[in-house]
């Protein structure tokens, strides 16, 4: 893959991170405005918190995600993970973890 495209991938991914991410910040937005509640909302509204860490978790492991699929910044290292495939694994732990 030539350098000119090399970023073709990550920001493909990045945009179609863009859908679930402004619809867990339309999410935030609806729980800190005191949203009332209704039959479909009653358990995100009575505990927010699993839902706060389930969609930051989301929006952090989707886009450092999208970046394990640039190139690296890092010298390759033999037997060694790269920094943000750790990060994102880390990152990824209390979004699988809130339900």
Known sequence: MSSKWHWLVPSGLVALSLVPVAAGSARLAQLAGGAPATAANERF???P???VL???GA???CLLGALQ???SPW???VGMREPHDVEV???GAPS???F
């Open 45 to 47: 509204v009575s505990t």
């Open 96 to 98: 699988e973890g809130a």
């Open 89 to 91: 694994s880390l990152v």
């Open 49 to 51: 918190l699993p839902v």
């Open 54 to 56: 389930h969609i930051v």
């Open 69 to 71: 699929f640039s190139s």
């Open 59 to 61: 929006t952090v492991f």
């Open 75 to 77: 010298p390759a290292r």
